[in-house]
């Protein structure tokens, strides 16, 4: 049994990989709401779990860990030691630390900034955060020509990490229609057992 509680927004990407990867290892948690347009975040209960004031935050008993990608390192470590999300050698952790810094860098300065301004209706200039999120699919697209998951053919955390933000660019204008691979991919990623959607908003069938 465990004791995890997951503080998250139900339509972050950030926190939905760390729910799919729950999902995915079968972990029983408990999820809790944190309310962005309060501001919630910023209240000094939060901070003291997170001095960033950033979602996603996940409580495991006595350890509170913030960062989704730092999340899935040690529910990977914790929790799946003798699975392969986390390789264990130096080549293939490299692989997946490598992905964890695209989640974080074209990633999210691309595709999950021009669906955050979607969604939540901000005025932002999208031409460039269309180029970003364009030029880092295309590149993908040409390395899951070779290959069935970003670090191989096998699954690993480097997938849960771009699933979300890349399954739901949609949303925020990006279309996928030019990146078979990348659909191909995303289709793997979801026929995983208990693999989890990520929500889908009312700007879901903008671009195709």
């Not at 999950?112 to 590149?139: I, M, T, Y």
């Amino acid at each position: 049994m465990t004791n995890l509680k997951l503080h998250r927004h139900p339509l972050s990407g950030h926190c939905h990989r760390v729910e799919l990867f729950l999902s995915l290892l079968d972990l029983p948690y408990e999820h809790v709401d944190v309310d962005l347009a309060r501001a919630e975040q910023k209240s000094p209960a939060f901070v003291a779990k997170n001095p960033f004031a950033q979602i996603p935050v996940l409580d495991d008993g006595d350890v509170t860990l913030a960062d989704s990608n730092a999340i899935l390192v040690y529910l990977a470590r914790r929790y799946a030691a003798d699975a392969a999300w986390l390789p264990r050698d130096a080549v293939g952790e490299a692989a997946v630390q490598r992905w964890f810094s695209v989640a974080a860098g074209p990633l999210a300065a691309g595709p999950a900034s021009a669906r955050v301004a979607a969604v939540f209706g901000r005025s932002v200039d999208f031409e460039p955060l269309h180029a970003v999120a364009h030029q880092l699919f295309q590149r993908m697209d040409a390395l899951l020509a070779t290959r069935a998951f970003l670090v191989g053919d096998s699954p690993t955390l480097a997938d849960v990490a771009m699933y979300a933000y890349t399954a739901r660019a949609p949303e925020g204008g990006v279309s996928l229609a030019a990146y078979a691979n990348v659909r191909g991919w995303l289709a793997r990623i979801e026929a995983l057992p208990r693999f989890i959607p990520m929500p889908a908003t009312k700007t879901s069938q903008l671009v195709a």
